[in-house]
């Protein structure tokens, strides 16, 4: 035998079973989580909040507006479907095949009858046939060109290297498998081979669970008798491990079986075949010898053993990755019943054999497999009946799960190529087959269209965990009942299930569904519990929890948020300091692309709601940003309402004003809630007949909420109104801190005093003086005194600065429509000063039109 080759065969084999051992860490890790994702769903709810801006009759008054509270439930979407697993295991298969077929040639004559007789039931149950080419004759070509290929090496090239038989082998399986790919008129043939073909890779790792099931004794007796110093102690020892591991695999049959309600929670049907696996390897050479297979041992234990281990862990992989629960139930039901079965026999065997030796202080372990009293032959044929004996008692449930598990990769492979009802008609086979069928009984759920469908969509999912616990099946069922405003029935489904202590989003929407009941405290219970492992969602819907509470209590929240990053915990805690009137610093980083999420623009809402924000001008910088962008059209209103508020909270009442009016122009028929606001921030600056109109207005365009009939009555009774615009304050201190100040870092404070609030007439007329002063341009002072009457139409003073600066600024024309203006607004002798004096301003700047 070429040593090179055969290395290099032997680590390609060892390769792809530790490739398929991580294969099987990564699904037991991921889960179902890639063909079914956990999916988080928002709703974002409105709370009516009072923005209190003064006393009304010793009563808080002001702006009554929704700020966003996120709630998040989980669900789970489509179910998806993933090529590269079933790739993935066909690769393993045929990989093994070749191996095989080549070991094989190796075999005495007995033994190779044997062994081809088992590859070709692998043929045949690969149903070619269903790729409809040359029925029956693609069966047969394979047959009888694995037939002749092997025997020519076998009986007449007995000589040849592994290489070369290595390289016919793949050669003829290869020019197979392309047939396979071209000669079918159809998507995915290969992966159509294995669907209805899964039957073969099944068999081939039944046969190989039987096979190392009773090794795991072996190597219980080997421990504990070829070290111990009397054979006695060694017995005891035997007895009382071989009792306590046979004990484990009864439980572990009778809690598959659904006899016992506890867990086993270390000891699984998988922990047991790695088990399995590693002593089979160990003990490989003694148990082979014993069945006088012939050929070369070390083709049988470095190539096919490693392979029949990568392709049984794939297996167990495929099925759980791609959430074809029936496959993998089917196995483990393989794996417990042979290691149960052959677990009892071996363990009486080797007392009948080996209790007399033991007591001489004799060591027997290495005699295990020769069977000098008991023939080993016998006890396997015992074996294997008891395997029998558990599938009859068990009314053949494994084979059935298998076909379960055959239907829904047919069904799955249906929905890829967009064959609905093919896809129902093969998930209710599967579902015939297994009543427990996890996919099936999920993608019918999702696949139900017509009113009689709906109505067992409660039937599916409850199917499913009464098979076993499914977070995902429970959290389905509790949404389905919350969909159709079931109450009851969604906190009920949730309520009492074993999903609750080990899934994190069964206990979040059992959280949502006591908050639906308004059970507040048990609410908190399971937001709170969720912290740890969905600790986002949990920290998000706790804070929202939190705001609710503040509603109805006198509450300060003592939370330590971890998730202080993530967007709807801070909508949420941005709600609650509101409510609160506490400070909670804005924090955002804007979006490079500049398109703007639902979730971002409900954050920037609540922001601007903020009283008390030190850092507003970042605030008005970002909604500016987004406001900016074409991508954010359809948002425009809603950011402009948000920038009204962030400029009237952060004293800039001018431009909150302009800001406002434009969204009442931007679609006056919408403009009911702006009118509202309007008129409330008119009243606060002091503007009565404006609020009287803004009133009007909003009341005309059917807004009645109660925010506005409660400010309309206390209107009625007040005696003393003393509201006025006031930023003499900040004037005097700026003029105070002159000293203090380059002389354009003043005049640029003063320009933006001078547009910070129309309503402040004296004020600002003094802010104008002072600018004139400084030599300010007359340009720029045009601009803010143009906002300012668009503000302040009415104001007299402001129409005459107004006409002053058109004169310097040689615009005449709109000179001329203030003065229009300024006739209702002053008397005849006033009006008259005026123009003499724009005409001798114009007149002055004469000269400079000229030049």
């Known amino acids: 035998m070429n040593t090179t080759a055969f290395n290099l065969l032997k680590t390609l084999c060892i390769t792809l079973a530790i490739l398929a051992l991580l294969w099987v860490g990564y699904a037991w890790w991921v889960g179902d989580n890639l063909v079914l994702p956990w999916q988080v769903e928002s709703t974002l709810k409105t709370r ?37 697993p079933q790739y993935a295991l066909l690769a393993i298969f045929m990989i093994l095949l070749i191996v095989g077929s080549v ?63 290595t390289l016919s082998m793949t050669l003829f399986y290869g020019t197979f498998l392309a047939l396979i790919h071209w000669l079918p008129n159809m998507q995915y043939p290969g992966v159509v081979m294995l669907s209805f073909g899964i039957t073969g890779p099944l068999l081939w790792a039944a046969l190989f669970i039987v096979f190392i099931a009773g090794d795991n004794l072996f190597s219980l007796f080997k421990l504990t008798t070829q070290g111990a110093p009397k054979g006695k102690n060694g017995l005891m020892h035997f007895g009382i491990v071989g009792l306590i591991y046979l ?29 399995s696996m590693v002593s089979g390897y160990l003990c490989f050479d003694q148990k082979i010898t014993t069945i006088n297979v ?20 794939g297996l167990m992989a495929y099925a759980k990755i791609n959430a074809i629960d029936s496959l993998q139930n089917a196995l483990e039901w393989v794996i417990i019943i042979g290691h149960l079965a052959f677990g009892a026999a071996f363990f009486i065997y080797a007392l009948i054999n080996f209790i007399p030796p033991l007591l001489q202080n004799i060591q027997v372990w290495h005699m295990f497999f020769q069977g000098p009293r008991t023939p080993m032959l016998t006890v396997r044929l015992f074996s294997i009946i008891l395997v029998v004996g558990g599938f009859l008692y068990l009314e053949y449930r494994p084979y059935h799960q298998a076909k379960a598990g055959q239907y829904a990769m047919l069904a799955c492979l249906a929905e890829k190529i967009d064959n609905k009802l093919l896809a129902t008609q093969y998930y209710r086979q599967s579902v015939f087959f297994d009543f427990y069928n996890y996919r099936s009984n999920y993608a019918l759920a999702q696949l139900a269209t017509s009113a009689l469908e709906k109505e067992e969509i409660p039937q599916h999912y409850s199917a499913i965990v009464r098979g076993r616990p499914n977070a995902k099946a429970r959290v389905a069922l509790g949404n389905y009942y919350a969909q159709n405003s079931d109450l009851y029935r969604s906190l009920s489904s949730l309520m009492y299930s074993p999903e609750i202590e080990q899934s994190p ?72 300091a509101n409510a609160q009137n506490q400070y909670f610093p804005f924090d955002h980083e804007l979006h490079p692309d500049t398109l703007l999420s639902r979730e971002t623009l409900f954050y920037l809402y609540n922001a601007a709601l903020a009283q008390k924000r030190p850092d507003a001008q970042k605030l008005i910088e970002t909604i500016t940003y987004y406001q900016s962008s074409p991508k954010n059209l359809a948002y425009n209103t809603f950011l402009q309402t948000a920038l009204s508020f962030a400029y009237y909270h952060a004293g800039e009442v001018t431009k909150a004003f302009l800001s406002i009016d434009e969204v009442i122009a931007s679609d006056y028929g919408a403009a009911a809630f702006p009118y509202y606001v309007k008129a409330i921030w008119a009243y606060d600056q002091g503007q009565a007949n404006l609020t009287v109109e803004c009133i009007n207005n909003a009341r005309k365009r059917g807004y009645n909420e109660q925010g506005l009939l409660d400010f309309m009555e206390d209107l009625k009774t007040v005696k003393n109104y003393d509201r006025a615009a006031d930023f003499s304050k900040e004037l005097k ?18 320009i933006h005093l001078a547009g910070k609030n129309a309503f402040d007439t004296h004020s600002t007329l003094q802010t104008f003086e002072l600018l004139e ?20 139409p009415n104001s007299a003073e402001f129409h005459e600065v107004y006409i002053y600066l058109c004169a310097k600024n040689r615009f005449r024309t709109f000179a001329e429509t203030s003065f229009e203006k300024l006739e209702t607004l002053v008397s005849q002798e006033k009006l008259e000063t005026i123009r003499k004096e724009f005409e001798r301003l114009l007149e002055r700047n004469a000269p400079t039109l000229n030049q």
């Open 48 to 84: 009516p909040f009072l923005l209190e801006y003064f006393q009304l009759n010793s009563k808080p008054s002001g702006v009554v507006a929704d700020q966003i509270i996120s709630w998040q439930k989980f669900t789970t979407g489509e179910m998806q479907y993933l090529l590269w």
């Open 103 to 165: 070991a094989s040639t190796y075999l005495n004559r007995f033994s190779y009858f044997v062994f081809s007789g088992l590859l070709i039931f692998a043929f045949i149950q690969l149903r070619l046939e269903e790729l409809g080419v040359a029925h029956p004759y693609l069966t047969y070509g394979l047959i009888g060109g694995y037939l002749l290929l092997s025997y020519f090496f076998h009986a007449f090239k007995r000589q040849s290297s592994v290489l070369t038989r």
């Open 247 to 275: 004990g484990l695999t009864g439980l572990l049959f009778a809690q598959k079986n659904e006899d016992i309600r506890f867990s086993l929670y270390l000891v699984e049907p998988l922990t047991l075949l790695l088990a």
């Open 294 to 313: 012939g050929g070369d041992i070390i083709v049988l234990k470095k190539w096919l053993y490693p392979l029949a281990c990568a392709l049984t862990l």
């Open 505 to 576: 989003e069964a206990r979040n929407n059992l959280g949502m569904a006591h908050y639906e009941y308004q059970n507040y405290d048990s609410a908190y219970k399971y937001f709170s519990s969720t912290r740890k492992n969905a600790a986002m969602v949990g920290e998000a819907n706790l804070s929202a929890l939190n705001y609710d509470v503040a509603a109805l209590v006198d509450f300060d929240t003592t939370i330590q948020y971890e998730y202080i990053e993530d967007l709807h915990l801070k909508i949420n805690r941005q709600a609650l």
């Open 733 to 750: 201190a700026l003029v105070n801190n002159k000293a203090q100040l380059t002389d354009q870092e003043y005049i640029d404070s003063l």
């Open 773 to 792: 002063n400084e030599g300010a341009e007359a340009e720029k002072l045009y601009n803010i005194m143009v906002d300012n009457l668009k503000v302040n």
